[in-house]
């Protein structure tokens, strides 16, 4: 599916594919456009199935000349089937995109791969970006990978494991004093003074956006070339939950797959929901927030994609849902005692989103499910603080015995997270 422009998602303008991102006749955002495929469904499958164990095999699918040669293999992240969640929440076929297994540990690896190969191939040397946190980890460690310097701007009051997790890479941290909202405005200015730097989520948005689309690529191979029937993923700026949609798309246009785009719901942490009350209110209008909430991977007030993402939840037959902090934490919890994956906040958001659809009624029995779990819980681990009880006995025997017999024995503080949703 060779990729022929870069086309207006508001007036359908078209420019060549270069490092650009706005619409000079409306200002609307740009995205790639692809001219349909000439091979057959049969010979594009083989094609995937005989590509690399990355999201290169996708290669067909991606706005680039060709897959780098040497890249920080990223992708192909397992998609786990949950059935012990899907009994605590009463619900059919659940599966657990796990992307925690990607190089940096978010699925910001996948659409920095593309932005950088990108970038490569427009002639970039210097890569850059503002981050909510994973794509500051993912920009630092491909850039590194690549051999290019990189800088990362990011919101000062960031989670400190994600700041070390990324300067430990060599790269530049500038850590700006204001939110996400405001980092990202002053990129966008630093895109326009510096136009021979690569802002991965700026200037060539367009390509890095596309990356997201391998997600969805992954899921429907992983299920045996099929369609979930629903996918809860997180929102933010609403790219990937826009492109997942995107992605099973094109794979039906192209006769990969056969049926409908799933139905998508979105979530949203309550501290920073412009999208979900949006969507409860009936309208596509975004008012931009002001966040406040431990979900800090989701924190963008003034989301670019947020219109697109509540007409899609509208389309499928989704919906965008927000959740509380607490119910955030019980989210974490709830996943990782079912499934042995500990999820960042983000995480926590989708899977509280999930419980709270299954608690609805929202999702029928027979349902397909897919949950994204975007990013590892080791980035944000300091909300699990608190959260379970460590006991300290004497290294004896009957020490161990004493403190296992006390009323409720070694049993954590917490309790069932599933009591707590
Ligand atoms: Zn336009």
């Known amino acids: 599916m060779p990729a022929d422009a870069l086309k207006c998602k508001e007036c359908s303008t078209t420019y060549p594919l270069e490092a650009r991102y706005v619409c000079d006749r409306c200002f609307g955002p740009l995205e790639v456009a692809y001219s349909p495929p000439t091979s057959s469904p049969e010979e594009l499958r083989r094609r995937i199935q005989a590509g690399p164990h990355t999201l290169w095999r996708y290669a ?8 780098p040669r040497s890249a920080l293999p990223t992708g192909w992240t397992p998609l786990v089937r949950a059935d012990r969640l899907a009994q ?13 297994a990607n190089p940096t540990h978010s699925f910001k690896d996948r659409v920095v791969s593309v932005a950088l190969a990108r970038a490569q191939e427009l002639g970039f040397q210097t890569i850059a970006c503002a981050s909510t946190g994973n794509l500051a980890n993912a920009v630092a460690a491909h850039a590194a990978a690549a051999g290019l310097p990189s800088y990362v701007l990011i919101p ?24 996400y909202d405001a980092v990202n405005r002053l990129c966008t200015e630093l895109a326009g003074e510096r136009d021979d730097w690569a802002f991965v989520n700026v200037n060539v948005r367009p390509y890095y956006a596309e990356g997201s689309k391998t997600l969805a690529f992954e899921v429907a191979e992983q299920l045996g070339w099929e369609l979930p029937d629903r996918v809860v993923a997180p929102v933010a700026s609403g790219s990937l939950f826009t492109k997942l949609a995107r992605a099973f798309e ?4 192209c006769g990969l797959l056969e049926g409908e785009v799933p139905a998508m719901n979105g979530a949203q942490a309550e501290g920073c929901s412009p999208v979900a009350q949006a969507f409860a209110a009936g309208t596509s209008i975004c008012r931009p927030v002001k966040p406040d909430t431990i979900a800090k991977s989701l924190a963008i007030g003034n989301p670019a994609d947020g ?15 927000a959740v509380t902090d607490d119910e955030v934490r019980a989210g974490i919890r709830l996943l990782a005692e079912t499934t042995g994956i500990f999820t960042e906040t983000a995480g926590g958001v989708t899977t509280a989103v999930l419980a709270k659809l299954a608690e609805r009624g929202d999702i ?11 990013g590892d819980g080791l980035k944000t681990i300091d909300v699990v603080r608190d959260t379970f009880a460590v006991t300290e006995i004497e290294p004896r025997v009957e020490e161990f015995d004493r403190a296992l017999s006390r009323p409720g024995g070694l049993a954590t503080a917490f309790g069932s997270a599933g009591a707590a949703i």
């Open 60 to 67: 067909d699918f991606l706005p680039l000349e060709g897959p």
């Open 88 to 100: 605590r929440l009463g619900l059919g076929e659940l599966w657990v995109k796990n992307e925690t």
């Open 156 to 179: 000062a009051d960031l989670e400190e494991e994600k700041i070390l997790a990324t300067g430990a890479y060599g790269t530049n941290v500038v850590a700006v004093k204001g939110n």
């Open 250 to 253: 094109e794979w039906i246009e």
């Open 307 to 321: 219109p697109y993402a509540v007409e899609l939840a509208q389309r499928t037959g989704g919906g965008i849902d």
């Open 364 to 374: 029928g029995a027979d349902e397909r499910v897919v949950l994204c779990v975007t």
